[in-house]
């Protein structure tokens, strides 16, 4: 079992910056996926940004289209909590954000429907 806390939402205005945090405790293991997804009323769970990490392989990370270039996930090398930098903030960010778990490093993309264990969101709300 893997439990995820998430931190960090609140509110922010158009091209301001937050950062949200998720720290995993329980059985990680050497290597996984954890990512962040977002949900805004109404709609779908939808891919943010994610790093893959094993304790052989290093890192890597991949971003939805929609947020490169202003979103920087990493990870704390010295524990399992992993941070989501979110700068150029948009009104349209605003959302229920999930961070998740996955037990596999993995290769392809990143989809809820893969993923083992989720925190209980936080929420951003970016004001224009």
């Known amino acids: 079992q893997v439990q995820l806390v998430e931190s960090g939402g609140g509110l922010a205005q158009a091209g301001g910056s937050l950062r949200l945090s998720c720290a995993a405790s329980?059985?990680?293991?050497?290597?996984?996926?954890m990512g962040w997804f977002c949900q805004a009323p109404g709609k779908e769970r939808d891919f943010i940004a994610a790093?893959?990490?094993?304790?052989?392989?290093?890192?890597?990370?991949d971003y939805a289209d929609s947020v490169k270039g202003r979103f920087t996930i990493s990870r704390d090398n010295a524990k399992d909590t992993v941070y989501l930098q979110m700068n150029s903030l948009k009104p349209e960010d605003t959302a229920v954000y999930y961070c998740?778990?996955?037990?596999?490093?993995?290769?392809?993309?990143?989809?809820?429907?893969?993923?083992?264990?989720w925190g209980k969101g936080t929420l951003v709300t970016v004001s224009s």
């Open positions: 790093i893959r990490w094993s304790r052989w392989n290093g890192a890597n990370t």
């Open positions: 998740a778990f996955r037990e596999v490093r993995g290769a392809g993309p990143v989809i809820a429907n893969a993923m083992d264990y």
């Open positions: 329980g059985r990680t293991g050497n290597s996984y996926t």
